[in-house]
T-cell receptor
Framework: DADVTQTPRNRITKTGKRIMLECSQTKGHDRMYWYRQDPGLGLRLIYYSFDVKDINKGEISDGYSVSRQAQAKFSLSLESAIPNQTALYFC??????????FGQGTRLTVV | GQNIDQPTEMTATEGAIVQINCTYQTSGFNGLFWYQQHAGEAPTFLSYNVLDGLEEKGRFSSFLSRSKGYSYLLLKELQMKDSASYLCAVRGSSGGSYIPTFGRGTSLIVHP
């Protein structure tokens, strides 16, 4: 089983719909992150959480919200999806001094 | 804030050596990472530097100079499967915490 699991892997949704991307990890790390990746722009941080009661905005948090349901679970929501949120989304986890472990990604298309 | 620069694209020949550079500016520094990412897949960890010098791992080596804000990833004996994007990530200070910020990645094309 993968250390970091994202669901769904692919999703097509309509403009204005609410959508949730889920992430769970078995690494036992406290830190979890959501990134989006667009061609030519690399990985950009949306939100991050250092423990269950800690939520922080990243550089591109507008239009997104998150929930840290447990140490192992961190979900990303798009309250009202828009086409420019079409991207590849990655969840990751790390320890305070370790590398990041990434999920397989969710390819989201907003039409 | 953090600023990370790396070349957009590089090409090299199978069997050769290639060096991918990364320069950075950061407020607070707590380590630099290199990841490999094949198209449509998750990034995977290659190397980590927190002190100046060279770290070697098989065909891959990574170098860091903190005073120059500079790192490079060296890939030796290139193979076709090394064609991928290589991401430089710096763990810098943000609001009292250290979080990783990624560069835009360098797409490496290895040809026969």
């Amino acid at each position: 089983d993968a250390d970091v699991t994202q669901t769904p892997r692919n999703r097509i949704t309509k403009t204005g719909k609410r959508i949730m991307l889920e992430c769970s990890q078995t690494k036992g790390h406290d830190r979890m992150y959501w990134y989006r990746q667009d061609p030519g722009l690399g990985l950009r941080l949306i939100y991050y959480s250092f423990d269950v009661k800690d939520i922080n905005k990243g550089e591109i948090s507008d239009g997104y919200s998150v929930s840290r349901q447990a140490q192992a679970k961190f979900s990303l929501s798009l309250e009202s999806a828009i086409p420019n949120q079409t991207a590849l989304y990655f969840c990751a986890t790390s320890g305070p001094n370790t590398e990041a472990f990434f999920g397989q990604g969710t390819r989201l298309t907003v039409v | 804030g953090q600023n990370i620069d790396q070349p957009t694209e590089m090409t090299a020949t199978e069997g050769a050596i290639v060096q991918i550079n990364c320069t950075y500016q950061t407020s607070g520094f707590n380590g630099l990472f290199w990841y490999q990412q094949h198209a449509g897949e998750a990034p995977t960890f290659l190397s980590y530097n927190v002190l100046d010098g060279l770290e070697e791992k098989g065909r891959f080596s990574s170098f860091l100079s903190r005073s120059k804000g500079y790192s490079y990833l060296l890939l030796k004996e290139l193979q076709m499967k090394d064609s991928a994007s290589y991401l430089c990530a710096v763990r810098g200070s943000s609001g009292g915490s250290y979080i990783p910020t990624f560069g835009r990645g360098t797409s490496l094309i290895v040809h026969p």
